[in-house]
């Protein structure tokens, strides 16, 4: 397990990567027409998650002070290349975090005990999914606030619509506020036991495993009950992560010309505008989670977002292919980063 599963996932990216590019929805020749009408914009569309990710690292890093022990630290750039590598093998492996989430605990046990590990990165995951949930909630204000200004359209399609955004997200907000408070662990497996064929194998893991499965389940309700400050940093973190996301569909609005009439106002207008086409797009690629960088579903995402901003099919086709290119760039950064700076098992 020390170097061996290090080599397997590093594999398994580099096989996803190959397949991805082989599997690309646009010809190798269309695809370079693309890269080539980004130009140099697509060095700030690429370069702003190294804020984005840097932002992540520091959210998942609160988790870890207030989930540890105070001998138990991390450095930074530790973090950081662990969040690159692990959200490239969740963009690049089907079912995101399978790939990610296991390779993240393999990693920190090196740096500390292996519960606490694994609690720390299925709190940071939970984070995750919850600043999303967040995000999309304000989404729907945010739409309303525009639609009272005459800026975007409004009528009982769109009213069902967010009325059903913001029932499924109060839902999860209910199910998330039971998982920090009671612990997540212990319930999921009992859950998958009710899955065909998954019974028996859960009434084994739990009960070979009851005590440590028990132990990470205290230390994700600590979190929430003892370190509150950390909770919502992590929370907060992980919201502002989404919010400068949406820049790189600014950028490439900018491009086209679209700017809101120009000036400060004109450029606000239209970063409200690309975080709404962000918001709507994860909502779509998150409800079919188990395709590798959700196949499809993401340009259907950008098709319908995009044009309920008022942007042509072109532009719509164009933004989710150029997210395609920085994210298959991220993903080739992340697997090489797996080659870098490795430790050995903590004693």
């Not at 694994?118 to 204000?141: G, K, N």
């Not at 919502?232 to 809101?260: H, K, T």
């Not at 719509?316 to 292919?321: E, L, Q, T």
Request: glycine share 10%; charged share 15%; net charge neutral.
């Amino acid at each position: 397990m020390k170097w061996s599963w290090n080599n397997f996932f590093f594999v398994l990216g580099i096989v996803c990567v190959v397949v991805m590019l082989f599997t690309f929805d646009v010809s190798f020749v269309e695809l370079w027409g693309h890269i080539c009408r980004a130009g140099l914009w697509l060095i700030p569309i690429v370069g702003i998650w190294i804020v984005v990710y840097g932002i992540n690292a520091l959210a998942w890093m609160s988790v870890i002070k207030g989930n540890t022990d105070p001998d138990e630290t991390v450095g930074f750039w530790r973090i950081y290349k662990l969040t690159i590598t692990g959200y490239a093998l969740n963009y690049a492996t089907p079912v995101g975090g399978l790939g990610g989430e296991p390779y993240r605990i393999m990693e920190l046990s090196k740096d500390i005990s292996k519960q606490h590990a694994t609690s720390s990165v299925i709190l940071y995951a939970m984070f995750h999914v919850f600043a999303h949930f967040w995000f999309w909630f304000t989404s729907v204000f945010l739409y309303l606030a525009l639609a009272l200004a005459g800026d975007l359209p409004f009528d009982t399609t769109v009213g069902i619509v967010l009325g059903i955004i913001v029932v499924f997200c109060l839902i999860a907000f209910y199910l998330f506020y039971r998982g920090y408070k009671y612990g997540l662990v212990v319930r999921l497996i009992r859950w998958l036991g009710h899955l065909p064929g998954l019974k028996g194998w859960s009434d084994r893991f739990l009960e070979a495993h009851a005590e440590a499965l028990h132990n990470v389940d205290s230390q994700i309700a600590a979190l929430h009950q003892q370190s509150r400050k950390n909770f919502y940093a992590a929370l907060g973190l992980e919201y502002l992560s989404r919010i400068v996301q949406s820049a790189e569909v600014l950028f490439m609005l900018l491009l086209f010309g679209i700017d809101g009439g120009g000036g400060f106002e004109g450029i606000t207008l239209t970063f409200l505008h690309s975080i709404l086409i962000v918001s709507l797009t994860t909502l779509l690629s998150n409800l079919i989670g188990f395709l590798p960088m959700q196949l499809g579903v993401q340009e259907g995402g950008f098709a319908i977002s995009t044009a309920a901003m008022g942007l042509t099919v072109e532009q719509g086709f164009f933004v989710s292919i150029i997210c395609r290119v920085r994210e298959i760039i991220w993903i080739i950064i992340g697997i090489a980063l797996m080659k870098v700076g490795n430790k050995t098992i903590r004693e």
